[in-house]
Every structure is written in C-alpha cells, then in structure tokens.
C-alpha cells in the first residue's frame, strides 16, 4: 500500500510536470505564491473539523457534554448549511443509534489530516527547490541584461535554462529569433498586453496615446522605429518614475542608485519568479540607465537612456532589436510587482 508521503509525492510531481508541459507560467507562478500559505490553512483544518470530531468520540463511553454537541452541531451547521437547531436534535439521536458514527468520522478526519500534513511537508520541500532551480538561473539574467534583453512576464522562464553555457551571441541571436519571427509576431502580442494595461493614473493617457501611435506605426513598416524609439525611451523613465512612486530624477534614475536598490532586496523572501522578474528588470535597467562617455563619439558610444536622450547615439547605428529591447524595458516595469514597495 502506498503511503501518504509517497502517494502526496507523485500526485504533486504530476501536477508539476503537468505546469511545465504547457508552459502555464502564470499558474506556476500563482501556485508558487500560495505554497506559503499551507501550513496555516492545514492547522485550521485541523483546529475547526479534526478537534471537534476527536473530542466527541473520546466522550462517547460517558455522556457527551452540550457545549461539545453544540460546537460540533456549528461546524457541521457550516459545512453543511444544515440549521444548528435541527443538527443539535439530531446528534444525540445519533449518538444513541450509532455509538460508532462519531469514532468513524473521527478515524476518517485524522486520515485526512495526515495526508494534508505530508502534503504541507512536500510543498514546502517544493518551493524550496523550486526557488533554488530558478535563483541559479541568475548570471543567465546578467548574461542578458549585458545585451540589453530583460525577462518580461510573457517569457517562459524554463526556456533561460536553454542559455546555460551559451555564449553572449548564441544568447543574443535565440532573443532576436525569438521576438522577430513570424513578423514580430510574441513582440507585438506583448505590446498589445502593455497597450490593454498601461494607465495607472490620468496622467498616463497621454503617453498611452503615443504609444498606441508608436504601435501603429511600426505595424505599418518597422523601420519608423528608428525615429520613435526617442519617444520610447521617454515613456520608459515616465512609467519607470511612476511604478517606484518619485518625481524626482536626480538619486532614484542613477546607475547607482538602481544597483544600490537591488543590492539592498538581494536576499528579500520574494518567490523566486517574482525575484527573477524584479533582478531581471533593475539589472537591465541599471544597464540602460547608465552614464555614457560622449568622447568616444557617437559612432561609439553605448545605447544608453543617456546616449540617446542627448543625441550623441549615431541613429544609422540603429537595429530593430535597439526598439524592441526599449519597448520591453516599458513592459517589464508595468508589470514588474511594486519594485520599490517591498518589505
């Protein structure tokens, strides 16, 4: 006979390599989330149907007191939606008829209880491996962030495991591939969902609106983005400033300021999808948001928010993958979670 441990094992591996075959993130992530919960919602379990069980079979050689059949008449009455009055005629009835109902019922409630416990212990066991599988797919993010790419949310993360032991060029080329083919076809999905889910406060719509041009133009023929993707970076520092909740530019837009933030929150106890997205998105940004050495000369320097801005980025230099990694920088701090709101 399989026991609980063995058979809560395979049930939750099944149900783990069910996620993963479908690439459902968004469910992996959810699920991620509420595995902390666990131990709590079994110790109700137990205190509110198990306890109540347990204490009337122990009274069931001697005459079982009132407030037990009440309490146990309530809990029943909440279930069951069975009104108290009739469950309190009914149980001593019961008790008379069936001495062994209330023994049964316990046996079967502990049973149960068992079987949640080893499934709150797998679970536990589960989100630890699981943030130590992902957190290890760190200087994977580091790799990309140096080539400008961050990890959106509509990005399948298991596919970074791909880029183990890659190198930066094999990196960057699964990334163009990826956003590129079919005619930009996961690009413009992802536009699409910042499109549906941009406005915070009234004072977005404007930038709405120039995004939505930014859209259109670019469907039309994707080479206006080389006169848009200004426009772009402007709305980047504009959504950037909003999520972290400052007006100001002059600590919180700086290189250092960025890395101090995420060194900060390095260790924080956040699930390791919601970390990846968060280390992920201050990584590149700190890239992008860095301070440029305009002596070099346009034909040199590195695309950055400062190189672009103060026009000392030679546009010729231009590639469609420059527009698309911007316009994904906007995406990932929309749907980053809170960045600078963490505990």
């Not at 080329?173 to 076809?185: G, H, I, L, R, S």
Request: aromatic share 12%.
């Amino acid at each position: 006979m399989i026991g609980y441990d063995e058979l809560a094992r395979k049930q939750i591996e099944t149900f783990y390599k069910n996620i993963r075959a479908s690439g459902a993130l968004t469910v992996a992530q959810s699920l991620n989330k509420s595995l902390e919960s666990q131990r709590a919602i079994m110790q109700s379990i137990n205190d509110n149907m198990v306890k109540p069980y347990q204490d009337i079979a122990k009274n069931l050689e001697n005459t079982v007191p009132k407030s037990t059949l009440s309490n146990f008449a309530k809990i029943n009455s909440d279930l069951s939606g069975i009104p108290i009055k009739q469950l309190n005629k009914l149980f001593p009835y019961k008790v008379q008829v069936n001495p062994e109902l209330y023994k049964n019922v316990a046996e079967q409630q502990m049973a149960f209880i068992k079987k949640m416990r080893s499934w709150t212990k797998y679970f536990e066991q589960a989100q630890k491996e699981i943030n130590q599988k992902y957190r290890s797919l760190i200087p994977t993010v580091d790799l990309l962030s140096e080539q400008g790419w961050v990890i959106t949310p509509f990005l399948d993360m298991d596919l970074l495991f791909k880029f183990r032991n890659k190198s930066a060029e094999e990196c960057n080329e699964f990334m163009t591939e990826y956003y590129t083919k079919d005619n930009y076809k996961q690009f413009y999905y992802e536009f699409d969902q910042l499109l549906d889910d941009f406005v915070d406060e009234d004072f977005d719509k404007g930038y709405l609106n120039q995004l939505i041009k930014i859209r259109k133009l670019v469907q039309k023929d994707f080479e206006n983005s080389i006169v848009l993707i200004n426009a772009a970076v402007s709305i980047l520092e504009f959504k950037y400033i909003e999520v972290i909740g400052s007006v100001s530019t002059g600590k919180t837009m700086s290189q250092k300021g960025i890395k101090n933030y995420l060194q900060q929150h390095e260790n924080s106890n956040q699930p390791a999808f919601d970390y990846l997205s968060f280390y992920s998105l201050l990584t590149a940004l700190s890239q992008f948001m860095s301070y440029e050495n305009f002596k070099v000369g346009v034909e040199k320097t590195r695309l950055t928010r400062h190189s672009v801005q103060h026009g000392r980025y030679d546009p010729a230099r231009y590639k469609d993958t420059d527009f698309i990694k911007v316009i994904l920088l906007i995406i990932a701090t929309r749907f980053c979670p809170d960045i600078y709101n963490l505990d």
